[in-house]
């Protein structure tokens, strides 16, 4: 059974920092990829970051070069630093997990999901 930890969450003022982590057990990295996803209230979960076991990775335009995904294959670990924060990156972050070698950011192609972390961030 897989299962995805997300920490790392928080409070921060504009302009600041995140590192996110998504623990994951049950899941087999070599075979699949990765991915990052956020969601603001009344908003659509949209993906922030995806990353594959050989180390390809996407990102859409409105975090390209503010955010960095890697993951830690010895340590089952999947991280998102978040640089230069803004406002609008205010959302329950979560962490996603597929099979196969595609490399999507798009939510419904993922099919184990993680619980969330919150980041919100303050002018």
């Known amino acids: 059974q897989v299962q995805l930890v997300e920490s790392g969450g928080d409070s921060v003022q504009s302009g600041g920092s995140l590192r996110l982590s998504c623990a994951a057990s049950?899941?087999?990295?070599?075979?699949?990829?990765m991915g990052w996803f956020r969601q603001a209230p009344g908003k659509e979960r949209e993906g922030v970051a995806a990353?594959?076991?050989?180390?390809?990775?996407k990102y859409p335009d409105s975090v390209k070069g503010r955010f960095t995904v890697s993951q830690d294959n010895a340590k089952n670990t999947l991280y998102l630093q978040m640089n230069s924060l803004k406002p609008e990156d205010t959302a329950m972050y979560y962490c996603?997990?597929?099979?196969?070698?595609?490399?999507?950011?798009?939510?419904?192609?993922?099919?184990?999901w993680g619980q969330g972390t919150q980041v919100t961030v303050s002018s």
């Open positions: 996603a997990a597929r099979y196969g070698p595609a490399l999507y950011l798009t939510s419904v192609m993922y099919t184990y």
């Open positions: 049950g899941y087999t990295y070599s075979k699949g990829c």
């Open positions: 990353i594959c076991s050989d180390g390809r990775t």
